[in-house]
């Protein structure tokens, strides 16, 4: 928390689950003096506004970028680009520009070319989310406990990036400091793979007959449910992320794919020690997960 406001004018581009969280923290504790709220269609902008997230609504990006001391582009990934060459036009020195995305090496390269000399581009990803997306379901305690990594690239200004680190730390969230290829790495097993794992139960449950499907669904345990809920994130979001970070994830995928291999025949050999030690390492991990606040 802060006594006092971070920032005069604040651009959110893009205001769903993650935008329209930070946004609430920031009415809740006075952080910002005005916030600007771009997105793409008249019901999202309306709903920002009757939500009270927003002084100003636009549907282009530069005019919300326009004098904000921060950009956040809270957009899927695959739009930063785009978003970016937008904005560059109005950037000034010494602004700052951020972003949500969990992949940091693609947005990079998209983002950097188009910063003016003196604007501050500071990647962020915070570890945070639901299922659920769009203005409407945004929480001011989301961030809570949880983690903000900031892969800043070589040179970045310092100023800069304490200057974001403080804006998420009043969310509650902890903040580290990675290169973004690491973090990249270490996401595409924590995060991206089991994703796509869930994507591809549910989606085999989809394609089964139609009485069998009622049944799983009908007759579905913790496991599964799990499984859906976080097969219902937003598709266009994980679209980008698996577009974006595919050499992490398919060397992660094939890592899987053998060690599924191994259970795979130990199951078809009896082979009870293998199966019985495995699932101890796996108890183990769960503990540590416990055990670091991260459950």
Request: net charge negative; with cysteine; hydrophobic share 40%.
């Amino acid at each position: 928390m802060t006594d006092g406001k971070l920032f005069n004018t604040v651009a959110f581009i893009g205001i769903g689950l993650i935008g329209s969280s930070l946004a609430r923290v920031m009415r809740r504790d006075g952080l910002a003096e005005r916030i600007v709220v771009c997105a793409r269609r008249d019901e999202t902008l309306q709903k920002a506004q009757d939500l009270g997230l927003a002084d100003h609504v636009t549907k282009d990006p530069a005019e919300a970028a326009d004098c904000a001391d921060i950009v956040l582009i809270c957009t899927p990934i695959g739009t930063n680009g785009a978003i970016a060459q937008a904005i560059a036009p109005v950037l000034k020195p010494g602004q700052i520009v951020t972003d949500v995305g969990s992949v940091k090496q693609a947005v990079i390269d998209a983002v950097s070319p188009h910063m003016p000399e003196g604007v501050h581009f500071v990647p962020g990803h915070p570890l945070a989310g639901t299922e659920n997306s769009g203005p409407e379901n945004g929480f001011d305690t989301l961030f809570e406990g949880r983690w903000v990594v900031l892969t800043p690239p070589d040179g970045t200004d310092d100023g800069a990036v304490a200057k974001v680190k403080t804006m998420w730390e009043c969310a509650g969230s902890n903040v580290d400091v990675l290169d973004a290829a690491h973090h990249d790495w270490v996401l595409a097993i924590t995060s991206h793979l089991p994703t796509l794992i869930a994507f591809n139960i549910v989606g085999t449950v989809a394609d089964l007959e139609t009485s069998t499907k009622q049944e799983v669904i009908k007759y579905s345990a913790t496991g599964f449910r799990d499984f859906t809920r976080i097969a219902a994130q937003d598709p266009v979001m994980w679209r980008d992320v698996y577009l974006h970070n595919r050499e992490a994830v398919l060397e992660m995928l094939q890592r899987f794919s053998e060690d599924l291999s191994r259970l795979q025949r130990s199951i078809r050999w009896g082979e009870g020690e293998e199966l019985e030690d495995l699932f101890k390492r796996s108890r183990e991990i769960r503990r540590n997960i416990i055990d670091a606040g991260q459950a």
